[in-house]
C-alpha cells in the first residue's frame, strides 16, 4: 500500500474521471485536473467563482463547475483546453446543477426550485421542466442512461416524470401515492423505480417503467420511516434503512419483505465475527503494523497505532442516545450500501455511530461487526471486489475484506482527518479526503 | 324381643330370688323358640340343688308331680302318668321327658351362646363404626375449613384478574385515544401544510413571472462552438414516430427483462423440482417394505397403491417440463405424505428401541427377537446333532473298510463289489465293440458308395467332354447361317427354306435351352454328390480335383 503526497482541495471536491484517467479536484476557484496514477498535472481551469460542485461528463471529456453563489456553470473541455462553455442563470438563481447520461446535456435546477433547465451542448436548444420536487433525490437517471426519472409536485400532489434522454420526450407521467415524496430511484436494471416517502410515513412503492404501481410496503405506521434506501447491483434486493434501526429486504420476485436485520447494541449470536479497533501504544513496535508506512519514525510519534482485535460474544457496542425533542434524529439506519458483487450490505446504524455492521447477503445474516474508535464518517466499496473502505476522521484508513481487516496509518505530517474517500473505478487506487487535503492510496492486487 | 315370664313358684327360699334376677337381666332376642322358654345361667352352681329341694318336698310330692304333669303337657309332652288321671307314675315317660328337657336345655344353651356371641360382634362392629363415624366427621370439618380457605383465595385471585383486566382495558383505550389524537394532529398538520404550499406555490409562481417578465438577457449560455453529439448523430425532431418509437423502445427493455426474469425462474423451478422429486424417491426407498406384513396393507393399502399411482403417473408424463397447478399439487402432497409415513416409521423405530432399552416383555418385537434367540439356538443344536452323526457316519464307515481282511464276510463282500464292477464293465466292453463294428460297416459302405461316386464321375465327364465338342461345332454351323437369317419373330410369311432354318435355329436354340437345364441342375447334383463324399472323408483328393473341375466349367 502506497501512499501519495497530499495535495490542497476544497470543499471535498476530488473525483475520479469515468474512464479511471483523470483526477479533478477543486481549490477555491481553480480546478486542476491530474492524472490518475502519477498525480501530475494535466490541465489547470479557472472559474469566476468559488467552485462547490464538480461533475465529469459520461465520456470523461467535459467536466462542469457549478458556482452556486453567482448561478454560474461553466463547462471545460480536456480534449481542447481552449474550449470554454458557461451558462448564467441569472436572477433565477442555481441549486443544483448535473449532467445528463449523454454527457451533452446539463440539468440546472433554479433556486425555490422553480423550474429545471436543459441545457444543450449540441444545439441552441433550451427546454424546461415544471414544478419539480424539491427533495433530496428528485432526479436518477437509469444506469444505461436511456430514462430520466423526474420527482414533481402540482396541487399539493406528488408525481412521477419519466423522460427519454435521447430526445427530452416525455414518456410517462403519473402520481404517486405519497404524502410528501422523499426520494426516487432507479433499479440497476432500468426497469423498476422505487419511489419513497417522507419519515413522517414509512411508504415505498415500486413502479415500472411504463408507470404501473407493481407493490406497495409499508412496514408499520405512526414511528419515523425510512431513513436510506439502497438498490443491489443485480436489483434482486431492496435494502431499506429505516429510524427503528432495521434495515427490510425486499425481493424483486414478490416485492415482499424477507428479512429484517436489526442492529442492538448487545451481540449476542456467535457466528458473527467482531473486530474492535484497539489503541497500542505509540513508538513501540512498528512490527506489529501490517503495512510500514513511509514514515513510520515521524508519524509514530505524533499518532497513536490501532489494530484489530477480534472480541469474544458477547460484545456490547457504545451507542448514544439521541435528543428526543430535535428533528432528524440521529437514530436509526443512516447508511446503506451494497458490495459490488451483491454478496454483502454495510450499513450503519446512528444510534451506534462508531460500528459498520456487515451482512452476508447469500445467508441473510449478520458476517462481521467492525467497530471503531471514532465515528464513521465514510464507507465505500470496491467496484471490484467485496472490500470496504472506511474512515472515522482519523488520519488512519480502514479496509475490510472476508479475509480480515486492517487498519493503515496514512504517513502524512501534520493533521489529516479524513472525511470521504473514493475509490478508483479499477479498485486499485483510492482517494483520501480531508476538509483541505487529498492524498491518494494505491493498493497493491495481493493486498487484502 | 322376647318376653320373660314370671314364676309363680308356690314355695321360694332365698335363693330362689336368684332364678328371678337371673331371668329377669336376660334379654331374650327375636327368636322362633317358644317365647315361654326359660332362661338359667349355663353352669349349674350349688346354690341349684338347693332350689331343686325347695320346689319339692316330702310334703307336696303329688302336688308337685301333678304341677310337673301340667306343664310337661301344657309344653306338648307325653303324661308322666301311666295312665290319665292316675296316681301311678310312668317311668319310662318322665325319663323321656327328662331327656328331651335336656336336648331342649342343651340347644337353649347352645343358642343363648350363639346370641352372646352375635351379640358380642355386633357390640364390637357398633364401636368400630362409632370410630369411624368420628374420625370421618373430623375429616369432613378439615375439608370444609379446607374448602372455605380455597374460595376466599378463589375469589381474591379473582379480583386481581378483573382489576387486571380492567387495567389492561384502560391502557388500551388510552393507546386508541392517543393513537386518535394522533391522526387528527397529523391530519390537522397535514391540512396546515397543504394550506402554507399552496401559499408557497403562488408566490414561486409570482416569482417566476416576475423573473421571466424581467426578460433577463443574462440568462443565458455562452459557448464557443456547439459540440457534436457523443453519439455523433445528429439531433432529431420530435414526432410522433419518435414518440411511438420511444414507447416500443421501453416496452422491448421491460419485456426483455421480464423474460430474463422468468428464464430465471424457470430454471430454478425445474432444479426445484428434479430435487423434490429425488428427494420423493430416497424417501420412497429409505421406506420400509410394507407389502409382507398382510396387518398393515388394510392401513396402508390405499396409500401404497396411492404411492405406485403416483410414481407410475410421474414417471409417465415427465412432470417437469410442465407447470400446472394440479401436477404441482400433485407432487408436493405426495412428498407431504411420503414424509409423513417416513416420520412416522422414524417415530414407530425410535419408540421400539426406547422399548427395548427399558426391558419391557409385552411388545412383539421384543418377543419377536427372543424368539430369533431360541430358534438360532436350536439351529446350533441341530447342527451339533448333524455333525455328530456326520462322525459316527464317517466312522462306521472308516470301520467297514479299515476292516481285518481275515474276516469271510468281508471279502465276500468286496467280492462281491468287484464282481458288479466286472460285470458292467464287460457289459461296457460289449457295447463298444457292437458299436465298433456297426461304423466299420459304415465305413466299407461310403467307401464303397465313393469308388462309386468316382466312376460315375468319369463317366459324366466323358459324356459332358463330348457334348461340349458337339455344342461348339453345331454352335460354328450356326454363326455361318446366322449372317443370314433375321429375327425369325419379324417375317410372318416365310420361305420353307427360312422356316427350316428358323425350324432348326430354334431347335437348336431349344436344344441348348434343353441341355443349359441339365448343365444347370448337373452341376448342383454333383455339388450336393461333392458334400457327401466329403462327409465320408474319402479320395479328398479326387473330390477337389473335381471341385476344381466344377469350379472352372461354371466360370
Same mark, same amino acid.
Not at chain 1, 95 to 113: K, M, Y
Not at chain 2, 165 to 179: A, F, I, M, S, T
Given at each position: 500500500?502506497?501512499?501519495? *503526497?497530499?495535495?490542497?482541495?476544497?470543499?471535498?471536491?476530488?473525483?475520479?474521471?469515468?474512464?479511471?484517467?483523470?483526477?479533478?479536484?477543486?481549490?477555491?476557484?481553480?480546478?486542476?485536473?491530474?492524472?490518475?496514477?502519477?498525480?501530475?498535472?494535466?490541465?489547470?481551469?479557472?472559474?469566476?467563482?468559488?467552485?462547490?460542485?464538480?461533475?465529469?461528463?459520461?465520456?470523461?471529456?467535459?467536466?462542469?463547475?457549478?458556482?452556486?453563489?453567482?448561478?454560474?456553470?461553466?463547462?471545460?473541455?480536456?480534449?481542447?483546453?481552449?474550449?470554454?462553455?458557461?451558462?448564467?442563470?441569472?436572477?433565477?438563481?442555481?441549486?443544483?446543477?448535473?449532467?445528463?447520461?449523454?454527457?451533452?446535456?446539463?440539468?440546472?435546477?433554479?433556486?425555490?426550485?422553480?423550474?429545471?433547465?436543459?441545457?444543450?451542448?449540441?444545439?441552441?436548444?433550451?427546454?424546461?421542466?415544471?414544478?419539480?420536487?424539491?427533495?433530496?433525490?428528485?432526479?436518477?437517471?437509469?444506469?444505461?442512461?436511456?430514462?430520466?426519472?423526474?420527482?414533481?409536485?402540482?396541487?399539493?400532489?406528488?408525481?412521477?416524470?419519466?423522460?427519454?434522454?435521447?430526445?427530452?420526450?416525455?414518456?410517462?407521467?403519473?402520481?404517486?401515492?405519497?404524502?410528501?415524496?422523499?426520494?426516487?430511484?432507479?433499479?440497476?436494471?432500468?426497469?423498476?423505480?422505487?419511489?419513497?416517502?417522507?419519515?413522517?410515513?414509512?411508504?415505498?412503492?415500486?413502479?415500472?417503467?411504463?408507470?404501473?404501481?407493481? &407493490?406497495?410496503?409499508?412496514?408499520?405506521?405512526?414511528?419515523?420511516?425510512?431513513?436510506?434506501?439502497?438498490?443491489?447491483?443485480?436489483?434482486?434486493?431492496?435494502?431499506?434503512?429505516?429510524?427503528?434501526?432495521?434495515?427490510?429486504?425486499?425481493?424483486?420476485?414478490?416485492?415482499?419483505? #424477507?428479512?429484517?436485520?436489526?442492529?442492538?447494541?448487545?451481540?449476542?449470536?456467535?457466528?458473527?465475527?467482531?473486530?474492535? *479497533?484497539? *489503541?497500542?501504544?505509540?513508538?513501540?513496535?512498528?512490527?506489529?503494523?501490517?503495512?510500514?508506512?513511509?514514515?513510520?519514525?515521524?508519524?509514530?510519534?505524533?499518532?497513536?497505532?490501532?489494530?484489530?482485535?477480534?472480541?469474544?460474544?458477547?460484545?456490547?457496542?457504545?451507542?448514544?442516545?439521541?435528543?428526543?425533542?430535535?428533528?432528524?434524529?440521529?437514530?436509526?439506519?443512516?447508511?446503506?450500501?451494497?458490495?459490488?458483487?451483491?454478496?454483502?450490505?454495510?450499513?450503519?446504524?446512528?444510534? #451506534?455511530?462508531?460500528?459498520?455492521?456487515?451482512?452476508?447477503?447469500?445467508?441473510?445474516?449478520?458476517?462481521?461487526?467492525?467497530?471503531?474508535?471514532?465515528?464513521?464518517?465514510?464507507?465505500?466499496?470496491?467496484?471490484?471486489?467485496?472490500?470496504?473502505?472506511?474512515?472515522?476522521?482519523?488520519?488512519?484508513?480502514?479496509?475490510?475484506?472476508?479475509?480480515?481487516?486492517? &487498519?493503515?496509518?496514512?504517513?502524512?505530517?501534520?493533521?489529516?482527518?479524513?472525511?470521504?474517500?473514493?475509490?478508483?473505478?479499477?479498485?486499485?487506487?483510492?482517494?483520501?479526503?480531508?476538509?483541505?487535503?487529498?492524498?491518494?492510496?494505491?493498493?497493491?492486487?495481493?493486498?487484502? | 324381643?322376647?318376653?320373660?315370664?314370671?314364676?309363680?313358684?308356690?314355695?321360694?327360699? %332365698? /335363693?330362689?330370688?336368684?332364678?328371678?334376677?337371673?331371668?329377669?337381666?336376660?334379654?331374650?332376642?327375636?327368636?322362633?323358640?317358644?317365647?315361654?322358654?326359660?332362661? @338359667?345361667?349355663?353352669?349349674?352352681?350349688? %346354690? !341349684?340343688?338347693?332350689?331343686?329341694?325347695?320346689?319339692? !318336698?316330702?310334703?307336696?310330692?303329688?302336688?308337685?308331680?301333678?304341677?310337673?304333669?301340667?306343664?310337661?303337657?301344657?309344653?306338648?309332652?307325653?303324661?308322666?302318668?301311666?295312665?290319665?288321671?292316675?296316681?301311678?307314675?310312668?317311668?319310662?315317660?318322665?325319663?323321656?321327658?327328662?331327656?328331651?328337657?335336656?336336648?331342649?336345655?342343651?340347644?337353649?344353651?347352645?343358642?343363648?351362646?350363639?346370641?352372646?356371641?352375635?351379640?358380642?360382634?355386633?357390640?364390637?362392629?357398633?364401636?368400630?363404626?362409632?370410630?369411624?363415624?368420628?374420625?370421618?366427621?373430623?375429616?369432613?370439618?378439615?375439608?370444609?375449613?379446607?374448602?372455605?380457605?380455597?374460595?376466599?383465595?378463589?375469589?381474591?385471585?379473582?379480583?386481581?384478574?378483573?382489576?387486571?383486566?380492567?387495567?389492561?382495558?384502560?391502557?388500551?383505550?388510552?393507546?386508541?385515544?392517543?393513537?386518535?389524537?394522533?391522526?387528527?394532529?397529523?391530519?390537522?398538520?397535514?391540512?396546515?401544510?397543504?394550506?402554507?404550499?399552496?401559499?408557497?406555490?403562488?408566490?414561486?409562481?409570482?416569482?417566476?413571472?416576475?423573473?421571466?417578465?424581467?426578460?433577463?438577457?443574462?440568462?443565458?449560455?455562452?459557448?464557443?462552438?456547439?459540440?457534436?453529439?457523443?453519439?455523433?448523430?445528429?439531433?432529431?425532431?420530435?414526432?410522433?414516430?419518435?414518440?411511438?418509437?420511444?414507447?416500443?423502445?421501453?416496452?422491448?427493455?421491460?419485456?426483455?427483462?421480464?423474460?430474463?426474469?422468468?428464464?430465471?425462474?424457470?430454471?430454478?423451478?425445474?432444479?426445484?423440482?428434479?430435487?423434490?422429486?429425488?428427494?420423493?424417491?430416497?424417501?420412497?426407498?429409505?421406506?420400509?417394505?410394507?407389502?409382507?406384513?398382510?396387518?398393515?396393507? =388394510?392401513?396402508?393399502?390405499?396409500?401404497?397403491?396411492?404411492?405406485?399411482?403416483?410414481?407410475?403417473?410421474?414417471?409417465?408424463?415427465?412432470?417437469?417440463?410442465?407447470?400446472?397447478?394440479?401436477?404441482?399439487?400433485?407432487?408436493?402432497?405426495?412428498?407431504?405424505?411420503?414424509?409423513?409415513?417416513?416420520?412416522?416409521?422414524?417415530?414407530?423405530?425410535?419408540?421400539?428401541? =426406547?422399548?427395548?432399552?427399558?426391558?419391557?416383555?409385552?411388545?412383539?418385537?421384543?418377543?419377536?427377537?427372543?424368539?430369533?434367540?431360541?430358534?438360532?439356538?436350536?439351529?446350533?443344536?441341530?447342527?451339533?446333532?448333524?455333525?455328530?452323526?456326520?462322525?459316527?457316519?464317517?466312522?462306521?464307515?472308516?470301520?467297514?473298510?479299515?476292516?481285518?481282511?481275515? /474276516?469271510? !464276510?468281508?471279502?465276500?463282500?468286496?467280492?462281491?463289489?468287484?464282481?458288479?464292477?466286472?460285470?458292467?464293465?464287460?457289459?461296457?466292453?460289449?457295447?463298444?465293440?457292437?458299436?465298433?463294428?456297426?461304423?466299420?460297416?459304415?465305413?466299407?459302405?461310403?467307401?464303397?458308395?465313393?469308388?462309386?461316386?468316382?466312376?460315375?464321375?468319369?463317366?459324366?465327364?466323358?459324356?459332358?467332354?463330348?457334348?461340349?465338342?458337339?455344342?461348339?461345332? %453345331?454352335?460354328?454351323? /450356326?454363326?455361318?447361317?446366322?449372317?443370314?437369317?433375321?429375327?425369325?419373330?419379324?417375317? @410372318?410369311? %416365310?420361305?420353307?427354306?427360312?422356316?427350316?432354318?428358323?425350324?432348326?435355329?430354334?431347335?437348336?436354340?431349344? =436344344?441348348?435351352?434343353?441341355?443349359?437345364?441339365?448343365?444347370?441342375?448337373?452341376?448342383?447334383?454333383?455339388?450336393?454328390?461333392?458334400?457327401?463324399?466329403?462327409?465320408?472323408?474319402?479320395?479328398?483328393?479326387?473330390?477337389?480335383?473335381?471341385?476344381?473341375?466344377?469350379?472352372?466349367?461354371?466360370?
Amino acid at each position: 500500500m502506497d501512499f501519495s *503526497e497530499p495535495f490542497r482541495l476544497s470543499a471535498l471536491l476530488g473525483r475520479f474521471s469515468p474512464d479511471g484517467r483523470s483526477l479533478a479536484s477543486c481549490m477555491q476557484y481553480r480546478l486542476l485536473v491530474r492524472d490518475a496514477n502519477t498525480l501530475q498535472i494535466l490541465q489547470l481551469y479557472t472559474c469566476l467563482d468559488q467552485i462547490q460542485y464538480i461533475e465529469w461528463s459520461s465520456d470523461s471529456l467535459f467536466i462542469l463547475c457549478a458556482m452556486y453563489k453567482r448561478g454560474i456553470v461553466q463547462v471545460w473541455s480536456l480534449e481542447q483546453p481552449d474550449w470554454h462553455c458557461k451558462i448564467d442563470e441569472g436572477s433565477v438563481g442555481l441549486v443544483a446543477s448535473c449532467w445528463s447520461p449523454d454527457g451533452r446535456h446539463i440539468l440546472n435546477t433554479t433556486e425555490f426550485h422553480l423550474r429545471i433547465t436543459v441545457w444543450s451542448l449540441c444545439t441552441k436548444s433550451v427546454s424546461y421542466i415544471k414544478y419539480p420536487k424539491a427533495c433530496q433525490q428528485g432526479i436518477t437517471f437509469t444506469k444505461d442512461g436511456r430514462y430520466m426519472a423526474v420527482a414533481e409536485r402540482r396541487d399539493c400532489k406528488d408525481f412521477v416524470s419519466i423522460f427519454v434522454c435521447s430526445d427530452w420526450q416525455l414518456l410517462r407521467h403519473f402520481d404517486t401515492e405519497t404524502q410528501d415524496l422523499f426520494g426516487i430511484e432507479w433499479a440497476p436494471n432500468g426497469c423498476v423505480l422505487a419511489v419513497w416517502d417522507t419519515c413522517l410515513e414509512y411508504k415505498i412503492l415500486l413502479y415500472s417503467l411504463d408507470g404501473r404501481l407493481l &407493490s406497495t410496503y409499508r412496514a408499520y405506521e405512526w414511528s419515523l420511516g425510512i431513513k436510506s434506501v439502497a438498490w443491489s447491483p443485480s436489483s434482486q434486493f431492496l435494502a431499506i434503512g429505516s429510524y427503528d434501526e432495521k434495515v427490510h429486504i425486499l425481493n424483486h420476485v414478490t416485492w415482499k419483505k #424477507i428479512t429484517e436485520f436489526e442492529h442492538p447494541a448487545t451481540i449476542v449470536n456467535s457466528k458473527t465475527v467482531v473486530y474492535k *479497533e484497539v *489503541e497500542k501504544s505509540p513508538s513501540v513496535e512498528t512490527e506489529q503494523l501490517s503495512f510500514p508506512p513511509m514514515r513510520a519514525l515521524a508519524s509514530s510519534l505524533f499518532s497513536t497505532q490501532s489494530k484489530y482485535d477480534i472480541t469474544q460474544v458477547p460484545v456490547s457496542l457504545h451507542h448514544v442516545k439521541p435528543a428526543a425533542d430535535r428533528a432528524n434524529p440521529k437514530m436509526g439506519i443512516g447508511m446503506l450500501a451494497f458490495s459490488s458483487d451483491n454478496c454483502f450490505l454495510a450499513t450503519r446504524n446512528d444510534n #451506534i455511530p462508531n460500528a459498520v455492521w456487515i451482512w452476508d447477503i447469500q445467508k441473510l445474516k449478520l458476517f462481521v461487526v467492525l467497530e471503531q474508535l471514532g465515528a464513521i464518517q465514510c464507507f465505500q466499496w470496491d467496484p471490484r471486489q467485496p472490500r470496504l473502505a472506511l474512515c472515522t476522521g482519523n488520519s488512519k484508513v480502514y479496509l475490510w475484506s472476508p479475509a480480515g481487516c486492517v &487498519s493503515v496509518q496514512v504517513p502524512v505530517e501534520g493533521d489529516f482527518q479524513i472525511v470521504s474517500l473514493s475509490w478508483h473505478s479499477s479498485g486499485n487506487s483510492m482517494a483520501l479526503l480531508s476538509k483541505d487535503n487529498c492524498c491518494m492510496c494505491y493498493l497493491d492486487r495481493e493486498e487484502v | 324381643m322376647g318376653d320373660w315370664k314370671t314364676i309363680t313358684v308356690p314355695v321360694l327360699s %332365698s /335363693d330362689g330370688k336368684n332364678i328371678f334376677q337371673y331371668t329377669s337381666e336376660k334379654k331374650i332376642s327375636s327368636s322362633s323358640m317358644n317365647s315361654q322358654v326359660l332362661h @338359667s345361667p349355663l353352669p349349674l352352681s350349688k %346354690s !341349684t340343688h338347693s332350689i331343686f329341694s325347695a320346689f319339692c !318336698t316330702e310334703e307336696n310330692i303329688e302336688q308337685s308331680i301333678a304341677y310337673l304333669d301340667r306343664e310337661l303337657t301344657t309344653l306338648g309332652f307325653p303324661s308322666i302318668y301311666a295312665e290319665s288321671k292316675g296316681k301311678e307314675l310312668n317311668l319310662i315317660s318322665i325319663i323321656n321327658c327328662m331327656n328331651e328337657l335336656l336336648v331342649l336345655q342343651h340347644k337353649n344353651l347352645r343358642a343363648q351362646e350363639e346370641v352372646e356371641m352375635q351379640h358380642l360382634k355386633l357390640g364390637s362392629d357398633m364401636d368400630h363404626l362409632q370410630n369411624c363415624y368420628a374420625k370421618l366427621k373430623e375429616q369432613l370439618e378439615l375439608s370444609k375449613r379446607e374448602i372455605v380457605g380455597l374460595q376466599e383465595r378463589d375469589r381474591q385471585l379473582q379480583n386481581k384478574n378483573r382489576n387486571l383486566h380492567q387495567l389492561l382495558k384502560n391502557e388500551k383505550d388510552e393507546v386508541q385515544k392517543l393513537q386518535n389524537i394522533i391522526s387528527s394532529r397529523a391530519t390537522q398538520y397535514n391540512h396546515d401544510m397543504k394550506r402554507k404550499e399552496r401559499e408557497y406555490n403562488k408566490l414561486k409562481e409570482r416569482l417566476h413571472q416576475l423573473v421571466m417578465n424581467k426578460k433577463d438577457k443574462k440568462i443565458a449560455m455562452e459557448v464557443l462552438n456547439y459540440v457534436g453529439r457523443a453519439d455523433g448523430k445528429r439531433g432529431a425532431w420530435r414526432t410522433d414516430k419518435t414518440e411511438a418509437r420511444n414507447e416500443e423502445e421501453m416496452y422491448k427493455v421491460l419485456l426483455s427483462d421480464y423474460e430474463q426474469c422468468q428464464k430465471q425462474l424457470l430454471l430454478e423451478n425445474a432444479e426445484l423440482k428434479k430435487v423434490l422429486q429425488q428427494m420423493k424417491k430416497e424417501i420412497i426407498s429409505l421406506l420400509p417394505p410394507q407389502k409382507q406384513k398382510p396387518k398393515e396393507r =388394510s392401513e396402508d393399502g390405499p396409500v401404497l397403491s396411492d404411492l405406485e399411482e403416483d410414481i407410475g403417473e410421474l414417471n409417465k408424463e415427465n412432470m417437469w417440463e410442465l407447470s400446472c397447478e394440479t401436477v404441482r399439487e400433485q407432487l408436493t402432497n405426495s412428498i407431504r405424505k411420503q414424509w409423513r409415513m417416513l416420520k412416522n416409521h422414524v417415530e414407530k423405530l425410535d419408540n421400539q428401541v =426406547s422399548r427395548v432399552h427399558s426391558g419391557a416383555l409385552n411388545e412383539k418385537d421384543v418377543i419377536s427377537r427372543e424368539d430369533h434367540e431360541l430358534e438360532t439356538e436350536k439351529l446350533e443344536l441341530e447342527i451339533q446333532q448333524c455333525r455328530e452323526m456326520i462322525r459316527t457316519q464317517q466312522q462306521l464307515l472308516q470301520q467297514q473298510l479299515m476292516s481285518p481282511c481275515d /474276516d469271510d !464276510t468281508t471279502l465276500l463282500l468286496q467280492d462281491c463289489y468287484l464282481l458288479e464292477e466286472r460285470e458292467r464293465l464287460q457289459e461296457e466292453w460289449r457295447l463298444f465293440r457292437e458299436q465298433k463294428k456297426n461304423f466299420e460297416k459304415e465305413r466299407r459302405s461310403f467307401t464303397e458308395a465313393a469308388i462309386r461316386l468316382g466312376l460315375e464321375r468319369k463317366a459324366f465327364e466323358e459324356d459332358r467332354g463330348a457334348w461340349l465338342k458337339q455344342q461348339f461345332l %453345331s454352335m460354328s454351323a /450356326d454363326y455361318m447361317h446366322s449372317e443370314n437369317v433375321t429375327a425369325p419373330s419379324a417375317f @410372318s410369311g %416365310s420361305s420353307d427354306q427360312d422356316n427350316r432354318l428358323v425350324k432348326s435355329t430354334s431347335q437348336q436354340r431349344r =436344344s441348348r435351352c434343353v441341355l443349359s437345364r441339365p448343365v444347370s441342375a448337373e452341376p448342383c447334383q454333383t455339388s450336393q454328390c461333392v458334400t457327401c463324399s466329403s462327409a465320408a472323408s474319402k479320395k479328398p483328393a479326387g473330390d477337389s480335383k473335381a471341385n476344381q473341375r466344377v469350379g472352372s466349367d461354371k466360370e
